[in-house]
């Protein structure tokens, strides 16, 4: 039953929570998950008591700021910890997985004790104190992405590297543009692209776990004068439509696009490299 809520959750804030249906920024009242720069941030308040009886007001004062301080941290940490829950993974959320193993639960929450102050400490007109705190979601993929199915850390020499550096600077393919602006489509943490036969064509076997873990198997960005994509797939990608979504987190492409995307990783090892990135509304 829980593991429902957890999964019914998890919808119901990519639906209502967004700034729009397929924003790479989920934002909640308790902080954001950005899929973009792959952060999440939360926030916490506490009033800040007073105490008019106290002969030494200063003293008594800067007591009172430490202890609120303290309170809005730890409120922090409980939201950090909700906001994790409803993060999508792979179409599971992380608060499914951490429900179906306890040993992933008490890693995640180490990982929640451990995250670090985003920014100055803010002063509230209503006598309360706001602290952000922030975890990278590469602490969180270290966590959960499995050691198996990926490529090979110890692989010989790519192959496609003799083919890269045989053509020329300005026809070299430099990364893969997912276009889903004309679908409804969830960011992940580890999204798959399949062709119209459900065959995969970028996937954990397309990448090392470090790279799925360091640098995320798929960057987003809403248009392509977002600093992501140059970044991400540099200034030479080729462009592909995305036909579907149909579990809202994997992408279908057509089987003519697949190949095209199969012919540029064997000639620029575009795959293995991460150099995929999807555009969102």
Known sequence: MIKYVFKYSFLFVFLFA????????????????DYSNRVIVSRGTASISSNEKSRNGIKMIERNLKISKGEAKT????????LIKIVNFDGRSVGEIMYDDPLTQRRVETLVGSAYQQGEIEYLERKEVAIALAVKMSGLAEILVDAGGHLNESISQPTYLMTR???PKSERISGVVI?????????AMVPKIYNEEDKLVYGPRHY?????????PMGYAHNLDDGNVKRRVGGNPIIIEALASEDNTNLTISNTD?????????????LTNCK????LK
């Open 18 to 33: 967004s700034n729009t249906p397929n924003s790479a920024v989920v934002r909640t009242e308790e902080g954001f998950i």
């Open 75 to 82: 409120k922090a940490r409980e939201n950090m910890l909700g």
């Open 165 to 167: 550096n045989s053509t």
């Open 179 to 187: 276009d889903a602006r004309n679908i409804y489509h969830i960011p």
């Open 208 to 216: 090392t776990r470090s790279r799925s873990i360091n640098r995320g």
């Open 258 to 270: 697949s190949e095209k995307i199969r012919d540029a990783e064997k000639r620029f090892g575009l």
């Open 276 to 279: 995929v990135l999807v555009l």
